[in-house]
């Protein structure tokens, strides 16, 4: 996917200072409510979640529920389990077409966290903001559909159909549904001490836009104006608007592999295998202890295994100490 030009509202027929990300008053993964407040207000769901497994057709089958982000459900015919799962964001850059891709790889970045890498079928949730006048809503909607189109084409998947509704805030998102096989996917939960952890994509990206929004807001333009140029700014903002709308094939933002095939795998995805080939990092290492995650004051050298010739590098999903 080749840098786009900055988005110009005025080549659209709108007003010069139209701004996506002004329809809505919370940003990226602030729709999100606390996962200790979801699981009080889903607990009414959970009742017969919490197995590990189901009998089908008198297979041990895999199953995953109520508070994950993807449903793992084992399917009446025998040997297959539907994979789904749903999420949206509100407006976080200012390109229509650019958040379209954006809410799309968003959709399909918890199937890539659990293995999967085919995507059966996709559904748009699309919230139109109320506030929108005629001109912006026709203008800018079908740029953002197109986008959320081709990043779901790009995935070898096609959206046939979804929801559209009128809404105080512009919401983005969708449904991603795929049919597997018990080897086609990956049960989050398969970390070991010792595994290390591996960012597919830089830190920082909510840094980034917010502070090219604040181009537009002189007071806060004003406090930091002599420590970065606005040229610094708009690189950053393309930068991450980039990696956002990057699709996580490769197992997600935060992978874990065994130590040995890390060293491969940060090579491997540097190559033309994944496109224009992107950085990895090895930023830590899973240990025993009570399945949360810390960050230490004093970082350490996390040694791994040279770069040898694996021929099964697999991303493993979820790593907590």
Request: hydrophobic share 40%.
């Amino acid at each position: 996917m080749s840098v786009r030009e900055s988005f110009n509202p005025e080549s659209y027929e709108l007003d010069k200072s139209f701004r996506l990300t002004r329809f809505t008053e919370l940003k990226g993964t602030g729709c999100k409510v606390p996962q200790d407040v979801l699981q009080k207000l889903l607990e009414s769901l959970q009742e017969n979640h919490f197995q590990e497994d189901e009998q089908f057709l008198g297979a041990v089958m895999p199953r995953l529920g109520i508070g994950m982000d993807t449903c793992v459900i084992p399917l009446r015919h025998g040997g297959l389990s539907l994979v789904q799962t749903t999420d949206y964001i509100y407006p976080i850059v200012d390109d229509p077409y650019m958040m379209g891709r954006i809410a799309c790889a968003n959709v399909l970045s918890d199937l890539y966290a659990m293995g999967v890498t085919e995507c059966d079928n996709m559904l748009m949730l699309l919230g139109i903001s109320n506030k929108m006048t005629d001109r912006e809503r026709d203008k800018v909607v079908p740029l953002i559909i197109q986008g959320f189109k081709d990043a779901a084409e790009e995935a070898g998947t096609s959206v046939t159909g979804g929801q559209t509704v009128l809404n105080p805030w512009i919401v983005l998102g969708g449904v991603a549904t795929t049919v597997c096989q018990p080897n086609e996917f990956i049960m989050p939960d398969n970390a070991v001490p010792g595994d290390v952890l591996v960012l597919t994509k830089p830190l920082g990206t909510q840094v980034a836009v917010a502070v090219h929004q604040w181009l537009d807001i002189p007071e806060k333009w004003n406090k930091i104006k002599l420590v970065v140029t606005q040229e610094d700014v708009e690189l950053a903002y393309q930068e991450a608007m980039m990696n956002m709308a990057r699709l996580n094939r490769t197992g997600g933002l935060l992978i874990c592999l065994p130590r040995e095939q890390a060293a491969r795998f940060c090579a491997e995805i540097k190559s033309p295998k994944y496109g224009e080939g992107h950085q990895a990092w090895i930023i830590g290492i899973v240990e025993k202890g009570n399945r949360t995650a810390r960050i230490i004051d004093k970082p350490r050298i996390i040694e791994v295994a040279p770069q040898v010739a694996t021929q099964n590098v697999n991303p493993t999903p979820g790593a907590t100490s």
